[in-house]
């Protein structure tokens, strides 16, 4: 789990500007992220068509449906990369690319599931890129160069740590 570094590097980055306890700067971080993901998914239900009272419904009910899931796992970065994955859809649904490839990258330096995002981009965006629309495929490589940049950053970085380069839990 050591290429998960988003949070640690936010809350160390905290740290350094004012000495509160680390915990209060991840709490902020997590609870900002809860925060960020309701706002996510109202937004994304409402590029679909759904009015007001439905966008309250489906940021309501996600949270309940997600509340068996964090009494289960309660790792300090799942928070944070529900969040940034919902907003990398809602910004792919509005094709707000210059928004997109940040929040890609802030959620490759979260966890590396991240990349998922290039496949749902894929196949949302397939007539396009069966086509050979250009744009497209230049999307498709960026996310796939930010990928492996970040990746093998943190790699580098960490390459003095115990432990293996990937794990499986299969």
């Not at 590029?47 to 309250?56: C, E, N, P, R, V």
């Not at 910004?91 to 990349?115: D, H, Q, Y």
């Not at 498709?140 to 970040?150: C, P, R, S």
Request: aromatic residues 12%.
């Amino acid at each position: 789990f050591v290429y998960r570094v988003l949070v640690p590097m936010v809350v160390d980055l905290a740290l350094r500007l004012s000495p509160l306890p680390n915990l209060t700067y991840a709490t902020i971080v997590i609870y900002g992220s809860l925060l960020g993901f309701l706002a996510s998914i109202r937004s994304l239900a409402a590029i679909y068509g759904a009015k007001t009272q439905a966008q309250d419904i489906v940021g309501v009910a996600a949270l309940v449906l997600m509340l068996p899931w964090l009494l289960l796992y309660r790792h300090h970065y799942d928070l944070t990369q529900i969040f940034l994955f919902t907003l990398g859809l809602r910004l792919m649904a509005s094709r707000r690319w210059r928004l997109f490839l940040p929040v890609f990258a802030l959620g490759c330096l979260n966890k590396e599931t991240t990349i998922l995002l290039t496949t749902v981009f894929a196949w949302h965006y397939r007539h396009e890129l069966l086509r050979l629309s250009r744009s497209h495929w230049l999307l498709v490589a960026a996310q796939g160069a930010i990928f492996g940049a970040i990746r093998m950053l943190v790699m580098w970085r960490f390459a003095q740590n115990a432990g293996q380069v990937m794990e499986y839990h299969l």
